[in-house]
């Protein structure tokens, strides 16, 4: 009984983050928020077509997560036949991954007085990963 009670609370603490971030992304008062991103069905047709293309050799389905500036996520989608065919824990990095790539990203409005970076600076895991390598900027040689 005490497994099942923990489980109901997890799921509807749950299902409450996901209707506040509803809620807070359709009240943001003339914020952009996820409206120029990209919605539920790009998502799921782009998730679609890496799937397609995969050759990791781990051959699974995947979770895709849009995120907006202000760290609300705007569509989550999957590629299996359910959300059980893919990782569950997959999800939860996913989105992290996606919030990351967001709250490490500037627009153009970062440049000013000399400082910043006038074109902005976009950078997601993908933009890290040469910089993340041994004896590179962001991880030096083993000493």
Not at 43 to 72: H, P, R
Request: hydrophobic content about 45%.
């Amino acid at each position: 009984m005490q497994k099942h009670v923990s489980h109901v609370a997890a799921t509807l603490a749950l299902a409450l983050t996901f209707t506040m971030g509803v809620v807070r992304a359709d009240n943001r008062g003339g914020s952009d928020g996820c409206k120029n991103l990209p919605n539920y069905s790009q998502l799921k047709a782009a998730l679609a077509a890496a799937t397609a293309t995969e050759i990791s050799g781990l051959n699974n389905q995947m979770w895709g997560a849009i995120v907006d500036k202000d760290g609300i996520v705007c569509a989550v989608a999957f590629t299996g036949v359910n959300r059980f065919a893919q990782w569950p824990g997959s999800r939860v990095i996913l989105a992290q991954k996606a919030n990351a790539g967001v709250a490490f990203s500037l627009d153009s409005a970062s440049y000013s007085g000399g400082s910043g970076q006038a074109n902005g600076l976009a950078l997601s895991t993908a933009n890290l990963y040469s910089a993340v390598q041994p004896g590179q900027s962001l991880r030096p040689a083993a000493q």
